[in-house]
């Protein structure tokens, strides 16, 4: 029987043994003496004899036995050798009574690399054993910015409070968000129970992504696509849960796991499609169901007051073809409900628009697919769902430069509202448009999210005269800090400001969804689609007031064109931030990816961006769901 299985075995070292050398790749085991000869370790831990993962059991101390295995643990010398002997002694006594003398590890990186008993891992891995009792000594690395090591710490609190080893996550902040969704403080200690509970929720979560392919993904471990998991089923009603059940809860959102598992999850479409498909050409269209769900009544937000005109406009350009009512829903309440029911009654969009609906959207567009679902947000890496915003940018760059041409001052105000996704762009768009026309412009940076929000007296104290503001219209008075307004002793007056047409978005985007483009948009599958509309689709427009000397209006006009058909980009040529290093070079232009996601402030900006902490209560749950990197403490990010 041993000689059988060794011949198994090195069968299966011989097979990763290729595999690895075709690919150009080390096929031995990889050695943790040659790993640290670049790592300063400030210290060892003695953890005891503990259960170890079998599966983290990757490489040996030193090179003493590197070449006697593959890269698997499979044994590579041939049957007849000592080494081959002992392997199948091993191998008998294991099948007869089981191996009980623990090996000895070294833990580094939340990885083990084996002492003494190597051939005594490489059968436990033969038989499939799971766990593998082991005396083990972690080597601790110096914390330094390298993200692993920066993630390894977070696993060493974890582990400290729940000795549990076999949790694997590749993105900072996760431990933490875990401790969120069990319902465990970040120092709280785990008890036996709760250990148990969560062992037997893992096996069973584990057997179901193992059943759906989810070893096959690269990128992530299946305990990152259970964080996300557990953002979409709660904790408390999926501990329970067998195998099977939680299998079915996974198809239902794992074209959503297998985007996250992408090096480049977001794709983002800049332009309409404008192409009809065959099949389109010969199909008459149909009247289409459109609905609009609010988070609150128009009359209470000056965002959702522009999105009901958008409805409105809708309701008119197609003449009867569309119809289109809106809906309320509460984020994490009833929104799912309401979503399920608007499907269930045959709409055939859906348009969310708070950015808080997406983990309802998620839930919820898998099981209706003849129902397309978009949420008005950005970034967002979700393929079951769309979603869509506008290059406020552009316009804010033509504010900037209106700015500059009429201050008498180099200083010039800008307050933002949330530190997101989309909003960095428009900061640093006005900034470059000021010193176009004034290179010794300063831009001071407020935010009006933050819970000592700046009054205008703040900038009447500095002598600041020209400040860009918000661009949303309210319902309910007139606003004359609209967009850039002009600011004195004597009061407010508005100079110009950007508008957002979301009337001629959700046209354009409904007759290239009557064009039969919704699967012809995207060019790879599986990933999500940001629609990022701006002055080239009409969607966005600069209303010039008549202080503006006719001059600057046909300078801001030129402009405007020139930036709708492409011939001028706005984030191209050398650019440096406000620490001074280089984001741009020489005859470069950024991507419009690299323009979404900008999370640094551009040269002569004077302020910073706030932490989470700094912000008011309510603006803290958005930002949560979309707010940059820095904003956010370790763990504080939702993942949908």
């Not at 904790?235 to 079915?248: A, P």
């Not at 073809?321 to 309401?338: G, Q």
């Amino acid at each position: 029987m041993a000689y059988d299985d060794y011949l198994k075995a090195q069968k299966l070292a011989l097979k990763a043994y290729k595999s690895k050398t075709l690919q150009g790749s080390y096929p031995y085991l990889p050695v943790l003496d040659e790993i640290l000869s670049h790592v300063h370790i400030e210290r060892e831990e003695n953890l005891g004899t503990i259960n170890i993962p079998a599966k983290q059991v990757i490489g040996t101390s030193s090179a003493g036995r590197t070449q006697a295995f593959a890269c698997n643990f499979m044994p590579l010398l041939n049957y007849g050798s000592e080494f081959s002997v002992k392997w199948s002694l091993l191998y008998d006594a294991q099948i007869q009574e089981g191996i009980h003398t623990p090996i000895k590890v070294y833990e580094f990186l939340n990885k083990y690399y084996v002492v003494e008993g190597n051939k005594r891992t490489s059968v436990l891995k033969y038989v499939g054993s799971p766990t593998i009792p082991a005396e083990v000594i972690r080597k601790v690395p110096r914390l330094t910015d390298d993200p692993d090591i920066q993630i390894y710490y977070e696993f060493m609190d974890f582990y400290r409070n729940s000795k549990i080893n076999y949790v694997v996550f590749t993105r900072k902040g996760s431990y933490q968000k875990l401790c969120q969704y069990v319902g465990k403080g970040e120092d709280e200690q785990w008890s036996e129970d709760d250990c148990m509970n969560f062992s037997s929720f893992h096996v069973a979560f584990y057997n179901a992504y193992k059943a759906m392919g989810g070893n096959e993904l690269k990128g992530m471990t299946e305990d990152d696509a259970m964080l996300f998991y557990l953002s979409l089923y709660p904790y408390s009603e999926s501990m329970e849960k067998l195998s099977g059940e939680i299998k079915k809860d996974l198809a239902k959102i794992w074209q959503e796991i297998v985007t996250l598992a992408e090096d480049e999850p977001v794709e983002l479409l800049t332009v309409p499609n404008t192409e009809t498909s065959m099949i389109k050409k010969m199909q008459s269209p149909k009247v289409h169901k459109v609905a609009f769900v609010y988070d609150v009544k128009p009359s209470e937000s000056d965002w959702i007051y522009g999105q009901e005109m958008g409805r409105k406009h809708i309701i008119d350009a197609f003449h009867g073809d569309i119809d289109a009512k809106a809906f309320i829903a509460k984020p994490y309440e009833d929104d799912e409900e309401i979503l399920r029911k608007l499907c269930e009654e045959g709409y055939d969009i859906i348009f969310a628009i708070a950015p808080m609906f997406v983990r309802a959207c998620i839930k919820i567009a898998p099981l209706y697919p003849n129902t397309k679902i978009l949420n008005c947000s950005l970034n967002s890496p979700h393929a079951s769902i769309r979603t869509y915003g506008i290059r406020i940018y552009e316009g804010k760059f033509l504010l900037g430069m209106i700015a500059a041409s009429l201050s008498e001052q180099d200083d010039i105000g800008y307050l933002a509202d949330y530190p997101i996704y989309g909003v960095i762009p428009g900061i640093n768009a006005f900034a470059l448009g000021a010193r176009m026309i004034n290179p010794r412009a300063r831009i001071h940076l407020q935010w009006s999210t933050m819970q000592d929000c700046p009054s205008d007296q703040y900038f009447l104290d500095r002598g600041i005269s020209f400040i860009s503001s918000q661009n949303m219209i309210s319902p309910t008075k007139e606003d004359r800090t609209l967009g850039l307004y002009h600011l004195s002793d004597k009061g407010t007056r508005n100079v110009a400001t950007t508008v957002y047409q979301w009337g001629a978005f959700y046209e354009e985007l409904i007759n290239s969804i009557m064009r039969g483009s919704w699967k012809t948009d995207s060019t790879k599958e599986p990933k999500a689609l940001n629609y990022w509309w701006g002055l080239s689709a009409n969607v966005l427009d600069v209303i010039l007031g008549s202080s503006i000397p006719e001059n600057t209006c046909r300078l801001i006009r030129f402009l405007k064109s020139s930036i709708a058909n492409g011939s001028f980009t706005i984030f191209s040529g050398i650019l440096y931030d406000n620490e001074h290093t280089m984001r741009c070079g020489e005859n470069e232009a950024l991507t419009p990816e690299d323009v979404m996601m900008m999370d640094w402030l551009i040269e002569g900006i004077e302020g910073e961006i706030p932490t989470i902490d700094q912000l008011s209560d309510h603006a803290k749950d958005l930002v949560r769901l979309r707010g940059l990197k820095q904003t956010l403490s370790e763990g504080e990010r939702q993942l949908v």
